[in-house]
Nanobody, 119 residues
Framework: QVQLVESGGGLVQPGGSLRLSCTASGNIFSIYAMDWYRQAPGNERELVGSITAGGTTTYADSVKGRFTISRDNAKNTALNTVYLQMNSLKPEDTAVYYC?????????GGQGTQVTVSS
């Protein structure tokens, strides 16, 4: 199993930045990719972006060019901590942000962290 803990959420003004962290523990060597999702009230959960153990990143069109996913160690090593750097934030980015890990034994999710973009 894998346990995930997200941190770094908070209140930020439009145009500001935040960096979220997601730290995995447990059987991290089984993780082949990690994802960031978000869910705003009344909306379905949306995939924000992903990073693979090999370092490949993908992003939703809505955040491309503003958000960056990175990791804390060399690619092709076990995914441990991943980051979501969010710049040029907009009110519509307000949501609970979750990270998930994909393993060959299933997917695991964290508890989420609230991001609120408001003046």
């Amino acid at each position: 199993q894998v346990q995930l803990v997200e941190s770094g959420g908070g209140l930020v003004q439009p145009g500001g930045s935040l960096r979220l962290s997601c730290t995995a523990s447990g059987n991290i060597f089984s993780i082949y990719a990690m994802d960031w999702y978000r869910q705003a009230p009344g909306n379905e959960r949306e995939l924000v972006g992903s990073i693979t153990a090999g370092g490949t990143t993908t992003y939703a069109d809505s955040v491309k060019g503003r958000f960056t996913i990175s990791r804390d160690n060399a690619k092709n090593t076990a995914l441990n901590t991943v980051y979501l750097q969010m710049n040029s934030l907009k009110p519509e980015d307000t949501a609970v942000y979750y990270c998930t890990s994909r393993t060959y034994g299933g997917a695991y999710g964290g508890q989420g962290t609230q991001v609120t973009v408001s003046s």
